[in-house]
């Protein structure tokens, strides 16, 4: 299973960025589906995070102007990001939780896209 990111750019204070991620594989589902950004020096934290049944929680610095989405049919997850400010600069990573199968057995696991940055400056 692999999930391929893509979105991120440089933008200025108040724009728009949507970032996309696909996952790929030998998928039998997907349940919950999410982002993380990680700054320079700082810890990876969560920015928002989509369930099977599409219940979404974001974190609080960026409820009102992120939005999370799925398309369940592409196994993909988005994140609208509008009203951008610098503060939100950082590497973004989505991640999702997934049962897949092999020729033998089905198995769950926790993957990771590679990142992206996201620049949000003047």
């Known amino acids: 299973v692999q999930l391929q990111a893509s979105g991120g750019g440089m933008v200025q204070p108040g724009g728009s960025l949507r970032l996309s991620c696909a996952a790929s594989?030998?998928?039998?589902?997907?349940?919950?589906m999410g982002w993380y950004r990680q700054a320079p020096g700082k810890q990876r934290e969560l920015v928002a995070r989509?369930?099977?049944?599409?219940?979404?929680n974001y974190a609080d610095s960026v409820k009102g102007r992120f939005t999370i989405s799925r398309d369940r049919a592409k196994n993909t997850v988005y994140l609208q990001m509008n009203s951008l400010k610098p503060e939100d600069s950082a590497d973004y990573y989505c991640?999702?939780?997934?049962?897949?199968?092999?020729?033998?057995?089905?198995?769950?696991?926790?993957?990771w896209g590679q990142g992206t940055q996201v620049t949000v400056s003047s």
């Open positions: 594989g030998s998928i039998f589902k997907i349940d919950a």
């Open positions: 991640n999702a939780y997934v049962t897949y199968y092999s020729t033998t057995y089905i198995a769950t696991d926790d993957y």
């Open positions: 989509i369930g099977s049944g599409s219940s979404t």
